[in-house]
């Protein structure tokens, strides 16, 4: 324990890493859809209160929208901070003592992924809503949504558990000297677990509205627009299958000495 809160007190007086390269693309990548995002929800929210007639046609999906957004800005906060102390630099850029940077940045980085996390789920919740709200008329699609979410409700909670149980006391997940560990490799478990389950509800929310299309009275391209719109979460699942094959850089047993600080960062859409 002592070893711990040694090693706690020499990461949190670590000058910051000049930023070259990965790292800038990182932070750029950040700000670029972050800024995006911002600017679509509340070009969503200008529409909806003032472009949509009296009726206002403000549903539970953009304020799940909205809930989605709030998480958004202070997950990148942390990734940003991830940056500054190693996150995405090369070896030869780290000084001495990479393990003290790496205890840095897997703190910002457990906040960043569970903040981001909750900002993920409730976006999802949002499209899924939008999507209940296009099929009410049609029974097995709106089945298929619920089901949807459904397991997606059920992994963020077997998610959720199994990183706050992992490791005793907490800050043992990026400070091993501080505790001790139930689950060895819980991060990087719940990592493929979140992985696999949000793509598979992206492509779901992609997939199922080009169905429900088909059935609306609209014209052509109106039609085309729609679909090439929702049909945008089938890119952003990318992101999360194309991080699955870095994880093996949390698990700083097997790679102690190139673990966190070239992994890239988890970016979901």
């Avoid at 780290?94 to 790496?102: A, L, N």
């Avoid at 457990?110 to 999802?124: D, G, M, N, Q, R």
């Avoid at 039609?223 to 700083?252: E, N, P």
């Amino acid at each position: 324990m002592e070893e711990g809160e040694r090693i706690s007190q020499i990461a949190r007086t670590l000058p910051q890493i000049p930023r070259e390269a990965f790292t800038t693309t990182i932070q750029a990548v950040t700000y670029v859809f972050c800024t995006l995002s911002t600017l679509v929800i509340f070009l969503r929210a200008y529409v909806r209160w003032n472009l949509s007639g009296p009726e206002r046609a403000w549903g539970w999906d953009d304020i799940f929208a909205l809930a989605g957004w709030v998480p958004l800005w202070p997950s990148a906060i942390f990734l940003i901070l991830a940056t500054n102390w190693g996150l995405g630099a090369h070896d030869s850029q780290i000084p001495d003592g990479i393990q003290y940077y790496q205890v840095r940045v897997k703190e910002y980085m457990f906040y960043f992924e569970i903040i981001y996390f909750a900002s993920s789920v409730l976006t999802k919740l949002a499209m899924a809503i939008m999507i209940v709200r296009l099929c009410s008329s049609t029974k097995i699609y709106t089945h298929i949504i619920v089901v949807n979410m459904a397991v997606l409700g059920l992994n963020a909670l077997v998610c959720l558990i199994i990183m706050f149980v992992s490791c005793s006391p907490l800050p043992a997940m990026w400070n091993e000297k501080l505790g001790y560990c139930r689950i060895k490799h819980g991060w990087i478990i719940i990592s493929y677990a979140g992985s696999v389950v949000l793509a598979m509800v992206d492509w779901t929310c992609a997939i199922t509205p080009f169905f429900i299309l088909q059935r609306l009275q609209m014209p052509k391209r109106r039609k085309i627009s729609v679909q090439i719109i929702l049909s945008l979460g089938v890119f952003g699942s990318a992101a999360g299958l194309v991080r699955m094959g870095y994880y093996h850089a949390y698990d700083t047993v097997k790679y102690p000495d190139e673990s966190l600080c070239r992994h890239l960062p988890p970016l979901d859409a």
